[in-house]
Structures are given as C-alpha cells and as structure tokens.
C-alpha cells in the first residue's frame, strides 16, 4: 500500500524521523492515503524521540484529530518541522509537536472546516451546529499550542490566515525556524557593538603611517594634500 507518510532511519540511533507528505484521510480510496489505525500500528512499534517532517495540504478533520491525539499520548518528544505546508487538518497535526519548527519558506494555513450537507432547513442547522462544534475542537488543539484567545483564534479562522515562519512564531503556532546545521555559526561567546568613533580610529590608525610627517601648527594646504590628507582632515571631523 502506498502511504502518504514513511519512516526513515536518522543519524541519532535514538530519534525515529517521520516524512508525512500528503493528504491526511480517515480511509484509503485508492491505497494512496493511510487510516489512523494503520498510521498508530507504526507509531507504536517503536519509542524513543522522533522528528516529523511534515508537508499536507489537509484533510478529513477527525482522522487529523486521532494522529494528533495520538502524537500528544505518545511517551517520547515529538518534533516537528514544516519544510512545505501544513494547512487546514494538517496545522491540527502540527499542534501536537513539543517543539515546531518551520523552513524559512514554509507556510500554515488555519480556516474554518468544512462539509457538505444535503437536505432541507432542518438538516442545514444540523449541519452548521456540527460545523460549530468542529471549529470549537479545532481552536482547543490551537489554544493549547499557542495561548491565544478564542476569540483572536477564531477570527483567524474565519478569515483563512496564511502564516509565514515568522508570522507562525509570533503568534505561537510554531517555536522558531529551520537553520542549516552546515553553516550555522556559534555566536553565544561574541559580542558585537558598533562605534562610530571606533571605526574612525581604526581607519586613522591606518592611514596615519602613510602621512608625511608635518610640522605641528601648519595646516595642511588642501590645494596641495594628498587623496590621504584629505581623509585625515574628513576623518577628524567626524570624529569630534
């Protein structure tokens, strides 16, 4: 059966790495998705931390709802990083990381859910009452993750919010950003500062031996000074 997720084997013997990619369904159609069911018989046949990666479009809600309910019960930390999409069900399933992560260019999606409903007025209300409820579960899983209101939660919804990276992070839907581990540079011993009256020095400092050396009182005839005078003289007003 074709899977819309797989495991595969990280560098850390002990931390398992899940590649969710797809749509997320409560059954498979046509062998290319995975029940809850069979997704919770590969969660458990292991322990340990594990990293999800993580790129959905959505999906059915309620199967979105078991994975996260699943996640949140599972006994090691669960990471999860964004390095595509995680919209609609799929921003519910990213809830359920200890820490998220998104890619610099990733995006989450929340809005509200959605059915189709047949029938006369009666089975419409029904139906909107469901869609209610439904929403309300879903701002429980966001609320939890973020420490938003309700209330903000909701108009977000209502609104189809798109959130970048950065965006995501500070509204608390994900806790930082994917680095490059090649090329990250640690920094947590060094401090930066700048100085305009440093670098003026700095600069004196090397063009001074390049000066010829005047007698003290006489000014330098800007008419005759060098490219190297002129700097000096715009150096020291600067500096003072």
């Not at 992560?101 to 006369?120: E, F």
């Not at 009666?122 to 469901?130: L, V």
């Amino acid at each position: 059966m074709k899977k819309f997720w797989n495991w595969a084997r990280d560098e850390d013997p002990g931390v398992r790495t899940l590649y969710l990619d797809g749509v997320i369904a409560e059954e498979s159609w046509f062998d290319d998705d995975v029940t809850p069911k069979a997704f919770k018989a590969e969660l458990t046949a292991g322990e340990g931390d594990i990293v999800i990666w993580l790129n959905s479009p959505g999906g059915d809600c309620v199967a979105a709802s078991q994975i996260y309910s699943m996640l949140m019960d599972y006994k090691g930390k669960v990471t999860v990083k964004i390095d595509g999409i995680a919209a609609s069900a799929a921003s519910v399933i990213a809830m359920a990381g200890t820490t998220v992560l998104m890619a610099p260019t990733a995006l989450m999606m929340i809005h509200n859910p959605l059915t189709v409903a047949i029938g006369d007025s009666e089975e419409m209300q029904k139906a909107i009452a469901m869609l209610s409820e439904v929403k309300e579960s879903i701002i429980n899983a966001y609320e939890i993750k973020t420490g938003q209101s309700r209330t903000k939660l909701s108009h977000l919804m209502d609104a189809e919010t798109w959130l970048n990276a950065n965006k995501a992070i500070e509204l608390g839907f994900a806790d930082g950003i994917l680095e490059d581990e090649k090329k990250r540079i640690q920094t947590d011993d060094i401090t930066y500062a700048f100085s305009r009256k440093a670098v003026t020095n700095s600069l004196l400092d090397k063009v001074k031996p390049k000066i010829p050396k005047q007698k003290t009182g006489i000014p330098v005839d800007v008419a005759k000074a060098t490219p190297v005078d002129w700097l000096l003289k715009r150096l020291s007003l600067i500096q003072h």
